[in-house]
């Protein structure tokens, strides 16, 4: 359900207009219903044929990616893993750590595994991809998407990620857990709102993120990810990693969606200048939800 703008939290709104001065156009959206084509399954062509009367358009920063209409979680070709339904800006983590064949993924945070398949898919299938959740019933929905999805590089584990044993991975994604405030749309996310929350799951964050550099090896890549609009779990994450971790940013490209640059200070702190190099994608600007995401490597 959506609620109108000025039935949420006052403290929420007065932080996000610190930030963007648009913010609060956020309540005017409801994010479109999207889906990603398997490839691992399924030919672009034959699901845009077959699935004609949901499919709305394609998804100008995908080539994989559709709008479509709600109901079409109960298709035969949903149940037999020919697409995947995945919120749109969630696609943005997978395509900006790029994984290739033969590369070692850890992806610390992966169930229900959206992008663990379609890192899997991205892979062709070969490599390994470390998918770990620390949340038991969570792993099951995990475990049946990647067989659903045809993943077979995937090994899944069950480990609070902070603990993780040691392993050189090529590539990590750290799609981290988050207050899910980009999806402050939504009415249950608005009732779970508040400060509190912010600070612990900040907190969290910048522990998993120590662990990542620890599993990182040298040269290595990461992309820092969350469903959140909140500075203290993204760029203070990212500065910490910065100056703590001595990681850098790393700038990319994507065409076709509008994304804003991170912000630089937030209240009493200023942001490692370098910051600029991650994105924030606001709910206003491609009717999706709210994304955070940033690139990171290890020297
Ligand atoms: C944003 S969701 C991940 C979504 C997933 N990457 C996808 O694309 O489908 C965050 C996940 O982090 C998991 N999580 C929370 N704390 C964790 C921890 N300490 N170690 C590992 N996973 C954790 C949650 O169970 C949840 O599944």
């Known amino acids: 359900m959506l609620l109108k703008s000025g039935a949420y939290n006052n403290v929420f ?22 889906i990603r084509i398997n490839t691992l399954k399924a030919e672009k062509e034959e699901i845009v044929k077959k699935l004609s009367d949901y499919i709305i358009e394609e998804m100008p920063w995908y080539e994989h990616g559709l709008w479509v209409r709600d109901e079409i979680s109960k298709t035969i070709e949903h149940h037999l893993g020919y697409f995947y339904i995945q919120e749109a800006a969630s696609m943005l983590s997978a395509i900006v750590l790029s994984p290739s064949k033969h590369e070692f993924i850890v992806d610390m945070c992966a169930a229900p595994g959206s992008k663990t398949t379609q890192m899997a898919m991205m892979m062709d299938g070969e490599g390994v991809i ?31 990620a902070r603990y993780m044993p040691a392993m050189e991975a090529d590539k990590i994604l750290l799609d981290a857990p988050c207050t899910a405030s980009g999806k402050i749309m939504y009415e249950n996310v608005q009732k779970k709102w508040n400060y509190n929350r912010i600070r612990i799951m ?26 959140s609009l909140e500075p203290e779990e993204n760029e203070e994450v990212i500065d910490f990693a910065i100056r ?43 009717g999706t939800e709210g994304f955070f995401i940033c690139k990171l490597k290890k020297f």
């Open 202 to 227: 900040s907190r969290k964050q910048k522990q998993l993120m120590k662990t990542a550099y620890r599993l990182l090896r040298k040269e290595g890549e990461m992309v820092y990810s969350t469903c």
């Open 13 to 34: 709104k007065k932080r996000l207009l610190e930030i963007a001065s648009d913010a609060e156009d956020i309540f005017t959206v409801t994010p479109k219903k999207s």
């Open 130 to 160: 470390i998918a770990n959740d620390v949340n038991s019933k969570r792993i099951k929905a995990l475990a049946h998407n990647v067989q659903r999805g045809g993943a077979k590089n995937v090994i899944i584990t069950n480990y609070d």
């Open 244 to 286: 703590e971790l001595g990681m850098e940013t790393l700038p990319f490209k994507i065409e076709g969606i509008k994304m804003r640059e991170a912000i630089t200070s937030w209240r009493e702190k200023e942001f490692d200048d370098s910051i600029k190099n991650c994105r924030r994608v606001w709910p206003q600007d491609n």
